[in-house]
Nanobody
Framework: QVQLVESGGGLVQAGGSLRLSCAASGSIRRINAMAWYRQAPGKQRELVAR???????YYVDSVKGRFTISRDNAKNTVYLQMNSLEPEDTAVYYC???????????????WGQGTQVTVSS
């Protein structure tokens, strides 16, 4: 079993900053890819940022230059630093991890519980 715990969401004014964290624990052999998705009301879930085991990073165009994804392999944690937040960033943010399960070659996807980010204008 693998558990993901997200933290760091909240309410912030436009132009402000928030830092999301997602810590994984449990039967983990290796964390492959780590990512953050978001889902705004009435919209599909979209990939915001992704970092793989080689450190290769992807950002959706709308957050480039404002958001930074990073990972701490020792802590099995992924972060999303969000600066210059805009009302359009308001959404529920979900972390995603692709994990090789301990003592096996099984690879599985895991999702965090979601954390609300609200940016007021």
């Amino acid at each position: 079993q693998v558990q993901l715990v997200e933290s760091g969401g909240g309410l912030v004014q436009a132009g402000g900053s928030l830092r999301l964290s997602c810590a994984a624990s449990g039967s983990i052999r290796r964390i492959n890819a780590m990512a953050w998705y978001r889902q705004a009301p009435g919209k599909q879930r979209e990939l915001v940022a992704r970092i793989d085991s080689l450190g290769i990073i992807y950002y959706v165009d709308s957050v480039k230059g404002r958001f930074t994804i990073s990972r701490d392999n020792a802590k099995n944690t992924v972060y999303l630093q969000m600066n210059s937040l805009e009302p359009e960033d308001t959404a529920v943010y979900y972390c995603y991890l692709n994990i090789t399960v301990a003592y096996s070659t099984t690879v599985r996807d895991y999702w965090g519980q979601g954390t609300q980010v609200t940016v007021s204008s």
